[in-house]
């Protein structure tokens, strides 16, 4: 059973569009991660955010946290393909538990 | 090295047999965890070591699978008797302690059981 609910599990889109990802739990969590990671490696750290209605902003990407701590959302701005990958939300309590991750296609 | 390092990063055994995953942390970490990815899916939790102790095994499928840290650094994660199932990456990360810090994965290793 997934803690955490991560939708929509697939997205492609064209380059310059725009898209949100979305990260849902019945739990309430200490803090969320954002990672990315590619083929062949491991998920690197995009974010954490830690409280509630929280927003964070790295270049493109809008990250925000629910204010009951239960739900975050990804928000990427004028998509490049170089934004492609697989999208993966945590929970932290003491150990991280993951989302089923969003794959994201951006074509050129 | 400067980041999580796992060894061997391919691994095919056949199917019965035991195999061995290696993970060198970050040097000073003294968190360290397991985690399991099958394709196209998030990391699934195996187990947490805190220094040289498991702090949590509740991820463990079952009894095939076992790791050890007996110096607080490199770990290893043991799979007995292996099935097909049991193909994935398996991923391992450190952090400087329990909540403490951003984890940092080093690349896995993609275990094939044919």
């Known amino acids: 059973t997934q803690l955490l609910e991560q939708s929509p599990q697939f997205l492609s889109i064209q380059e310059g569009e725009n898209l949100t990802v979305y990260c849902n739990s019945s739990s309430v969590f200490s803090s969320l991660q954002w990672y990315r990671q590619e083929p062949g490696e491991g998920p690197v750290l995009l974010v954490t955010?830690?409280?509630?209605?929280e927003v964070k902003k790295l270049k493109r990407l809008t990250f925000q946290f629910g204010d009951a701590r239960k739900d975050s959302s990804l928000h990427i701005t004028a998509a490049q393909p170089g934004d492609t990958g697989l999208y993966l939300c945590a929970g932290k309590l003491y150990k991280l538990s993951f989302g089923a991750g969003t794959t994201v296609t951006v074509r050129a | 090295g400067a980041g999580v390092s796992q060894t061997p990063s391919n691994k095919v055994t056949e199917k019965g047999k035991y195999v061995e995953l290696r993970c060198d942390p970050i040097s000073g970490h003294t968190a360290l965890y397991w985690y399991r990815q099958s394709l196209g899916q998030g990391p699934e939790f195996l187990i947490y070591f805190q220094g040289t102790g498991a702090a949590d095994d509740s991820g463990l499928p079952n009894d095939r699978f076992f790791a050890v840290r007996p110096e607080g650094s490199v770990s290893t994660l043991k799979i007995q008797r292996t099935e097909r199932g049991d193909s994935a990456v398996y991923l391992c990360?450190?952090?400087?302690?329990?909540?403490?810090?951003?984890?940092?994965f080093g690349q896995g290793t993609r275990l094939t059981v044919v």
């Open positions: 955010v830690v409280t509630g209605g």
């Open positions: 990360a450190s952090s400087l302690g329990q909540g403490q810090g951003e984890a940092f």
